[in-house]
């Protein structure tokens, strides 16, 4: 049971069903909640003591509430598994409760070019090259060959992101690209083939903290080509090595150094190329899809969403309780538009969660929504079910067999 921290009041931003489990804890930690959401029906928000209709994903609208409409101390904000990591760290400048991410950290961290700008040439990362013309990508390929990927530099879930095998396949990769960049930016970068992980870790009084590493599931590409569509993946992580691990602890404590970030969260994506770590990407913000808040506390015991509000209302973190307690295979697994006839759906049969090894379901899509072309980007998944299993194939056969059971009626 997590310490009780009474006489405090967390603000949370988005209150949908991915935010839940981030919810139920504070709640157990004997916080006061106030939660906003664009959503009036958030699913979230009977977890809220207070809940406002606030579209979390406009800054305007969230620092319109705060500076207007707030009549309450806050003693820390927080959203999780929420890709908003300046809007977080600008309302909590304006209610002067900002512990863990500056705001011009947060900024550059969202613009894949900057981060990469920052990283270039004291961390190893794929090669890249911002785009202005095609003569950038000819030039590119020139030097480093194929297969590239171009996508937007603002953007996330997958939306707009390409892997280009062959020259005639650019310039729809480009136009998408385009499409999904708020500032109409775009770059390239080379495709490094190797196992890719996900890494959640946490930043406190400097030292980084290790705690979670999943490998994600990149089977079946070419399913989703163009599109680079990940399909969960698998906890306790099989292929991150203890040198690894400390590749990237000296790759973090520059990234901390740079963004003169002393308390936060950074989740790393990473892909571990002819033995050596790369950093593709990283955020400075709670992953999304229960990695922090389910995956990672089943399979290595840490609560780690404790430690995090923690470190968001300026309390201490017992670090001792960071130490991994044991090693679960747990599974993610989704099912795509794919997987079910085109058409409005009519009815969905979804299998009955009783057996224990599924740790947790969810149905993304209602009757009257429809099931129409491909997945472009992870926000247009179907479902998904998180399992246990006492080996590793054992908990991935867990998750795809609940997710086969999902019968959906289209017309």
Not at 69 to 98: M, R, W, Y
Not at 146 to 160: C, E, T
Not at 200 to 220: T, V
Request: charged content about 25%.
């Amino acid at each position: 049971m997590a310490e009780c921290i009474l006489d405090k009041t967390l603000l949370v931003l988005g209150a949908g069903s991915d935010q839940i489990p981030g919810l139920l804890k504070a709640k157990q930690m004997g916080l006061r909640i106030i939660a906003l959401d664009g959503n009036p029906n958030a699913p979230g928000r009977q977890y809220a003591d207070l809940f406002y209709e606030v579209s979390i994903k406009h800054a305007e609208q969230v620092e319109d509430f705060v500076r207007h409409q707030l009549n309450e101390k806050i003693d820390g904000v927080i959203a999780f598994g929420v890709d908003i990591p300046s809007i977080i760290a600008k309302t909590a400048d304006i209610l002067e409760v900002n512990y863990t991410i500056p705001l011009e950290s947060a900024l550059l961290s969202e613009n894949k070019l900057l981060s990469k700008n920052m990283m270039a040439g004291n961390i190893k990362i794929p090669p890249y090259k911002s785009i202005t013309s095609h003569k950038d990508i000819d030039s590119f390929i020139e030097q480093e060959g194929l297969p590239v990927i171009i996508k937007p530099v603002d953007n996330s879930a997958a939306r707009g992101i390409s892997i280009i095998f062959k020259r005639q396949e650019i310039e729809n990769a480009v136009e998408t690209a385009l499409k999904n960049s708020p500032s109409q930016t775009i770059m390239v970068e080379k495709f490094l083939d190797g196992p890719q992980i996900s890494s959640e870790s946490l930043i406190i009084d400097g030292e980084i903290y290790h705690i979670g590493f999943a490998d994600r599931n990149y089977q079946n590409m070419e399913r989703f080509f163009p599109n680079i569509i990940e399909n969960g993946g698998e906890l306790p992580s099989i292929y991150i090595t203890e040198r690894h691990k400390k590749d990237l602890t000296e790759y973090y404590k520059y990234i901390c150094a740079e963004l003169h970030i002393i308390n936060g969260i950074i989740k790393g994506d990473i892909v571990i190329h002819k033995g050596e770590i790369y950093i593709i990407e990283f955020a400075l913000r709670l992953s999304g899809g229960h990695f922090s808040s389910l995956e990672i506390p089943k399979s290595t015991g840490v609560d780690f969403l404790d430690a995090v509000i923690k470190l968001h209302i300026n309390e201490p973190v017992d670090t001792g309780n960071l130490t991994i307690k044991k090693n679960e295979n747990i599974c993610l697994r989704y099912a795509f538009m794919e997987d079910f006839t085109e058409g409005v759906i009519q009815r969905i049969d979804a299998p009955q969660q009783t057996d224990e090894n599924i740790l947790y379901s969810n149905i993304y899509l209602r009757p009257g929504d429809a099931i129409a072309g491909q997945t472009t980007s992870h926000a247009l998944r179907v479902a998904c079910a998180i399992a246990k299993g006492e080996s590793r194939e054992r908990a991935i056969e867990n998750a795809e067999r609940f997710l086969q059971k999902i019968k959906i009626a289209t017309e």
